[in-house]
């Protein structure tokens, strides 16, 4: 079964500095690859996902994404953050084929100062 | 096109008593999924349905039971409850691919002490 950890359990960064939010998966076989964003007291939306091709994932609100295989990971980033960006980040990783319940991580609690 | 809706937002409940949360979908999704969240914990899949009539346990079932007898709702019961089921609870819904993408509710934020 897939795992994924996500590194930070919190990231503080100021406004309009860049972020880097990680996030690694246990295995090498083909995946689907996706980024989540929960905003104080609501539900989880999708940022982004990579389900194949190019390995740069743009998404919504500035964000993107870069699969790499060999290093099993999908870091999201953003080159400058707006107080409006803090909020739950969850990456989650399916298996094309294979079972259609994804594993989420725990998530990476951006906090954006002025 | 509401999406997915989640009854009631709030609810405190004593130990010992019973309550259904409902999740209803209104884009024709095949797949429902009930996940609790817990500080630190990030999400755990509860149950989880693939279409009208089927059910599945998750990660996490042990307390709770769900019912899909319409293809649009999917609900969570809890017979008895425990301080242990204080949690913000989550709906989702997707189509029938692991490589689509899933729609979640606001949310239910349950109380039991």
């Known amino acids: 079964a897939q795992s994924v950890t996500q590194l930070d359990s919190q990231v503080p960064v100021f406004e309009e500095a860049p972020v880097e939010l990680r996030c690694n998966y246990s295995?090498?076989?083909?995946?689907?690859l996706f980024w989540y964003v929960q905003y104080p007291n609501q539900g989880l939306q999708l940022l982004l996902k990579y389900l194949s091709g190019s390995t740069l994932v743009k998404g919504i609100n500035g964000f993107e994404a870069e699969f790499n295989k060999s290093q099993t990971s999908f870091h999201l980033r953003k080159p400058s953050v707006h107080i409006s960006d803090t909020a739950e980040y969850f990456c989650a990783v399916s298996e094309p084929g294979g079972s259609y319940i994804p594993t989420f991580g725990r998530g990476t609690s951006l906090i954006v100062h002025p | 096109n509401a999406g997915v809706t989640q009854t009631p937002k709030f609810r405190v409940l004593k130990t010992g008593q019973s309550m259904t949360l409902l999740c209803a979908q209104d884009?024709?999704?095949?797949?429902m999924y009930w996940y609790r969240q817990d500080p630190g914990m990030g999400l755990r899949l509860i149950h989880y349905?693939?279409?009208?009539?089927?059910?599945a346990k998750g990660e996490v079932p042990d307390g709770y039971n769900v019912s899909r007898l319409k293809k649009q709702n999917f609900l969570l019961g809890l017979e008895s409850a425990a301080p242990s089921q204080t949690s913000v609870y989550f709906c989702a819904s997707s189509y029938s691919d692991s490589g689509d993408t899933q729609y979640f509710g606001p949310g239910t934020r349950l109380t039991v002490l």
């Open positions: 349905s693939v279409g009208e009539g089927t059910t």
């Open positions: 295995s090498s076989v083909s995946v689907y």
């Open positions: 884009m024709n999704h095949e797949y």
